[in-house]
């Protein structure tokens, strides 16, 4: 038989709330999380706050599975969250998209 | 250093091409050395006489083909005698005479009448430089010197034929040559029916055989104009009313108006006859341009050199070089050893270039021929001794740059004879950089020579295209010499630590920028995602994103399909990103002249909207710091000012003291200057952004002369237009492009450099790189003697872009996309069932 139970999940609204290619910034509680919806249709999200000097990583550029942050263009990889720069990684959540809602784990 | 009073005393004659440029030259080197007088026929400073027939076709004015005006003269303290004719070098006394001309007198006549009563005008004398080029030869035709025929030489002749064709249905052009040609397709813009008459069997006979003859000649009929050879015209017939028609040798007739004569030209050469120089054909020079008398030099097309006379530009450029060289003692011992020529005509809708031979010489020769008669293409080359002889290219003139380079420099031509026509299947270069003479130039677009590049690799530690390039200029200009540098490496080197992503536009895109937009063109590809799709195989590079929509927006300034993500978050949303996350404003304020109307509703916005900080620029604007995303539409609209582009690599402000309209030194009006460029160019992208300034006087309080481009106005109603300054992170003066006599020669010339700019500047280059990489000389060429002739389409495409700008803050109404000004979403946490089954 199978086994059901519960997990928690994040919901960060619809998929189709973030545009095409960009990221864009969602708040939990102390928390702001980064969601980006790259052009191939692949969902992505890390930490919002840049290790560097806190820049805005859902206001970057996005592309091939990467992330520039606008500030001082410092790279981060979006599947693993390690940064171009020593020492310097995010936290990356594993993503689904459910009926066209977006849901971080 | 020398005294003034030690000066040298030179004394030019004729200020055409060959004068103007030595003068040029020497002030390169010895800019105090001389005290410089010249003397010119034409009551003019020296002009663009090869676009003396885009003149007449109207496709450039008059006024546009001046590459030292007048002001250049007074600029570089040069006493230059307008329209005074030199009559004889006295060489005892050492002194220059001359005698003021008629104002309607033909400059070049042997007997161009003076000015009644004129008196003689005398210049003492150390070295005298003759430049006097050359007239048209007037074959003997009865009735040629009357009204209604007319030469082709000068500005002044520009005029009178357009202006006597405007009363004319017909006109004959005597002669098929390169002249007659271009001539008689300037006269077809003018609502003329226009015949060409060639004495010969065929055209162009000095350069092409006949079998290109016949094809130029459909070529030439397919544009609309009359072709006639093998005839020879006696005698030009006339009633009270002008010219009737013409009459041949064989008895036939043509009815026409006018005729225009352009039957090849003849040195002048009395200036040094009447003073005992030595004039066979021209007048004889040795290989450092001096004359029989060693205070006189000559150069240009009144000169014969080794037994030879030019007609060209080119050897003259050489001659002026060898010459400077010798005057200033850069190098006294500098030579001229003659020139090979190598043409192109310049007949707008035919491609056609020719060098050397046109038919072989002996059995041993080769010759190589391919024939598309459909298509009007014929190609044809002779070689000798596995050396280029001469090469005819008609209809697709692709290969004659690298034609052309092989046969000046004698490089031999490659097994596959093929090759040299279609280029190689192997993409290899055909040049082998080895075989070339330590001499050769191998950038034509810098003037860098073979042993200056190997200089450059062997005690400088150049090695690679790039390292060489930064260090000689070498393939900054046209790139079509990099594979020779290339193999210089090679050579020197044994390897070249070659990094063809030093030439990449953007690193994802493995392409220079020339090819790059090449293929973009080509395949019309409107979008930076395309881009990657079909020239990146599929990789989307987020390094590359934004210089790749700030290129695709200057090609297609209407079209482009503007994918937002592909922009920097700046350029998303119009205004600055802050350290904290938040956006700065700064409207546009015209010139730094505000109302208080604006400021009252700068101030309104900076009360509702609790703006931390409003702070003065340093581009005469104010800034409004720290507002959040969500507010930006509200402080836009309520604002009512447009965007200042703050944010973004485009024309950002242009600021302007306050000239004439206070200022008691101002001497040209530079607010209404600032406000007409800021007006026209707002907002428009380019590699990287691009500040401008007009100062009203040389006081420069507005820092013109270190801006991106500075107008700065000097007496006499004119402005000088400085490029490539800064005065940033790097501090460097702008290098004078132009000086002009208005506003909208101003806005005309900006125009022109700014869209060269956008084109050719590499992405996130400043114009103080960008200039000192082109280099004043090339882009005064380029944009000022339109030397390339690509002024005119430079003016349309910025005109383009100008016309496409629209205020970005307009976006406040009607946004881009949904999302574009929201804040921050909200996420929620919950618990979902879960099936492990
Ligand atoms: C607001 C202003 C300072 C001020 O309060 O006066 C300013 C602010 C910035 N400048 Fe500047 N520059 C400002 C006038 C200048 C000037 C003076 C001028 O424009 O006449 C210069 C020297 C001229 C020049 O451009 O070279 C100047 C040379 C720079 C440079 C150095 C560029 C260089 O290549 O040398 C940078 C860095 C860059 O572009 O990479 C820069 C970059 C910046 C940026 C945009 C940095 C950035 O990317 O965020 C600053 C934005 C601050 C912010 O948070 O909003 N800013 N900056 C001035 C806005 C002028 C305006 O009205 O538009
Ligand atoms: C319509 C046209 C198109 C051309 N197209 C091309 C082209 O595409 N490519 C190319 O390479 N070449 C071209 N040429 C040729 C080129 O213009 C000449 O080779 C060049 O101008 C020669 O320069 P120069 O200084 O020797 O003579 P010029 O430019 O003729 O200058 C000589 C000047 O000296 C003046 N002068 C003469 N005698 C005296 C005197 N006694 N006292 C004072 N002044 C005097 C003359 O009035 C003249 O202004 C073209 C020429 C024409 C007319
Ligand atoms: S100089 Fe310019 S870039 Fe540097 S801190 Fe000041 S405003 Fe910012
Ligand atoms: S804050 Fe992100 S790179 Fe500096």
Redesign the pocket.
């Known amino acids: 038989m199978a086994e059901t139970g519960t997990r928690t999940v994040i919901r960060v609204g619809e998929a189709a709330d973030i545009p095409v290619g960009q990221g864009r910034c969602f708040v939990l509680g102390d928390e702001t999380i980064a969601v980006f919806r790259q052009r191939d249709g692949r969902v992505f999200a890390t930490q919002n706050r840049c290790p560097h000097r806190a820049g805005p990583l859902a206001d970057g550029i996005v592309g091939g599975n990467h992330v520039i942050c606008p500030l001082h263009a410092h790279r981060f990889d979006l599947e693993t969250g390690n940064g171009s720069e020593p020492g310097e990684c995010v936290r990356v959540y594993e993503t689904e998209v459910v009926d066209g809602q977006v849901r971080l784990r | 250093m020398t005294v003034r009073g030690q000066r040298r005393k030179l004394v030019v004659?004729?200020?055409?091409?060959?004068?103007a440029r030595v003068v040029e030259e020497i002030l390169d080197r010895a800019p105090d050395a001389f005290d410089i007088t010249m003397?010119?026929?034409?009551p003019y400073g020296n002009y663009n006489?090869?676009l003396?027939?885009s003149v007449l076709g109207g496709a450039e004015a008059p006024t546009e083909i001046f590459m030292n005006p007048i002001g250049w003269y007074r600029d570089n303290g040069i006493r230059l005698h307008a329209g005074?004719?030199?009559?004889r070098i006295d060489r005892r006394s050492r002194v220059v005479v001359?005698r003021r001309l008629r104002k309607d007198a033909l400059?070049?006549t042997v007997d161009a009448a003076d000015e009644d009563g004129a008196a003689e005008i005398e210049e003492p004398y150390d070295v005298v430089i003759i430049?006097?080029?050359?007239r048209p030869f007037v074959p003997p035709v009865e009735g040629i010197e009357g009204a209604g025929a007319f030469l082709?030489?000068?500005i002044d002749d520009c005029a009178r034929i357009a202006d006597y064709a405007r009363e004319c249905r017909h006109a004959a052009v005597i002669g098929g040559g390169?002249?007659g040609l271009?001539?008689a397709r300037g006269l077809l813009t003018h609502d003329v029916e226009v015949t060409v008459l060639e004495a010969a069997p065929q055209l162009m006979a000095a350069q092409l055989d006949a079998e290109a003859g016949k094809m130029l000649r459909k070529t030439i009929e397919g544009i609309g104009i009359r072709v006639m050879c093998g005839v020879m015209t006696r005698r030009v017939a006339r009633s009270d009313e002008g010219v009737t028609h013409l009459e041949f040798t064989d008895g036939n007739r043509l009815e026409t108006d006018m005729v225009v004569v352009s039957a090849g030209i003849r040195p002048?050469t009395?200036?040094a006859s009447a003073s005992g120089l030595t004039v066979e054909r021209g007048i004889v020079c040795d290989d450092r341009m001096q004359t029989s008398d060693p205070s006189v030099f000559a150069?240009?097309?009144?000169v014969e050199h080794r037994g030879q006379l030019?007609?060209?530009?080119?050897p003259?450029w050489e001659q002026a070089r060898t010459l400077a060289d010798v005057l200033s003692g850069v190098r006294p011992d500098a030579v001229y050893t003659g020139s090979k020529l190598g043409?192109?005509l310049?007949v707008m809708g035919v491609e056609l270039a020719s060098m050397g031979e046109t038919a072989p010489a002996s059995e041993d020769d080769e010759v190589i021929v391919y024939r598309e008669p459909v298509n009007g293409i014929y190609k044809k080359l002779i070689v000798r001794d596995h050396r280029i002889a001469g090469a005819i290219l008609l209809g697709d003139t692709a290969a004659a740059d690298t034609l052309m380079q092989m046969y000046m420099a004698g490089i031999p031509a490659p097994e596959r004879r093929a090759d040299l026509l279609f280029g190689s299947p192997t993409g290899v270069g055909l040049l082998q950089a080895a075989d070339l003479p330590d001499n050769a130039q191998i950038c034509n677009c810098n003037g860098v020579s073979k042993s200056r590049i190997v200089e450059a690799i062997r005690n400088e530690a150049c090695q690679s295209v790039g390292k060489v390039a930064a260090a000689t200029k070498a393939g900054l200009g046209c790139g079509s010499c990099k594979s020779l540098v290339a193999q210089l490496l090679e050579t020197c080197l044994g390897e070249v630590a070659f990094d063809p992503s030093e030439h990449y536009y953007v690193p994802g895109v493995p392409l220079e920028k020339s090819r790059l937009v090449a293929e973009i063109r080509n395949r019309g590809i409107k979008s930076v995602s395309e881009v990657f799709r079909q020239l990146a195989g599929g990789r989307e590079d987020p390094d590359s994103k934004v210089g790749l929509a700030s290129l695709l927006k200057t090609l297609w300034p209407d079209e482009y399909e503007d994918e937002r993500d592909a922009r920097f978050v700046n350029d998303r949303v119009h205004a600055n990103i802050q350290k904290d996350g938040t956006f700065s404003v700064v409207p546009r304020i015209y010139g730094g002249v505000t109302t208080p109307d604006e400021l009252m509703r700068i101030a309104r916005v900076a009360v509702k909207y609790a703006v931390p900080m409003v702070k003065l620029t340093g581009g005469q604007r104010i800034d409004l710091l720290g507002i959040r995303r969500e507010d930006l539409p509200g402080v836009w609209k309520d604002l009512g000012m447009p965007s200042g582009h703050a944010y973004t690599k485009a024309f950002r402000t242009c600021k302007s003291c306050v000239g004439t309209d206070f200022c008691r030194y101002g001497l040209g009006d530079s607010i209404a200057l600032s406000q007409k460029i800021e007006r026209r160019f707002q907002g428009v992208e380019s590699p990287h952004k691009m500040k401008l300034a007009t100062a009203g006087c040389p006081r420069n309080c507005s820092e013109a002369y270190v801006k991106d481009v500075g107008a700065v106005a000097i007496e006499g109603g004119r402005w000088e237009l400085y490029v490539g300054g800064a005065a940033g992170g790097s501090v460097r003066k702008g290098d004078l492009l132009h000086t002009v006599d208005s506003h909208d020669e101003v806005l005309r010339f900006i125009g022109r450099f700014i869209q060269y700019y956008r084109e050719h500047g590499k992405y996130l280059e400043r114009t103080y790189g960008f200039v000192a990489r082109i280099g004043i000389e090339n882009l005064r060429k380029i944009l000022v003697e339109d030397s390339l002739g690509v002024g005119r389409r430079l003016d349309a495409d910025i005109r383009k872009a100008v016309d496409a700008y629209q205020d970005p803050w307009k976006e406040a109404d009607a946004p881009a996309y949904a999302e574009q000004f929201s804040g921050p979403g909200l996420a929620h946490v919950l618990e979902v069932a879960e099936n492990n089954g």
């Not at chain 2, 003397?39 to 034409?42: M, S, T, V, Y």
């Not at chain 2, 030019?310 to 080119?314: K, M």
């Open positions: 004659i004729g200020n055409g091409m060959a004068g003397f010119g026929a034409e006489r090869i003396l027939s005074v004719k030199a009559s001359g400059a070049y430049a006097t080029g050359s082709f030489r000068t390169l002249l271009e001539a002048i009395e200036v150069l240009g097309e009144c030019y007609g060209l530009v080119e003259i043409t192109k310049k």
